[in-house]
Nanobody, 115 residues
Framework: QVLLVESGGGLVQPGGSLRLSCASSRNIFDFNAMGWYRQAPGKQRELVATINVGGVTDYADSVKDRFTISRDNTENTVALQMNMLKPEDTAIYYC?????????WGPGTQVTVSS
């Protein structure tokens, strides 16, 4: 059983920044990849960013050049630095960890971008 816990969400004005963090109860090198997904009201959950065990990252086109995913191997955490936030970034953000075809999820953290 893996416990993933997100933190760092909140309310921010357009153009502002937030940093999300996901703490894993398991060594993150056990996972093939970790990432962040988000789900806005009335929409499907979508991929935001991933980082694999080799450190290779991937981003949704909508967040490229604004968001950065990183990991801390000693703390077993994965972070998502979000800059130049837009109202359309408003969603619940979920941490994901994958081992082969098994996906594990955190409970999510709300990010609201509004003036």
């Amino acid at each position: 059983q893996v416990l993933l816990v997100e933190s760092g969400g909140g309310l921010v004005q357009p153009g502002g920044s937030l940093r999300l963090s996901c703490a894993s109860s398991r060594n993150i090198f056990d996972f093939n990849a970790m990432g962040w997904y988000r789900q806005a009201p009335g929409k499907q959950r979508e991929l935001v960013a991933t980082i694999n065990v080799g450190g290779v990252t991937d981003y949704a086109d909508s967040v490229k050049d604004r968001f950065t995913i990183s990991r801390d191997n000693t703390e077993n955490t994965v972070a998502l630095q979000m800059n130049m936030l837009k109202p359309e970034d408003t969603a619940i953000y979920y941490c994901n960890a994958r081992i082969l075809r098994n996906n594990m999820w955190g409970p999510g953290t709300q990010v609201t971008v509004s003036s």
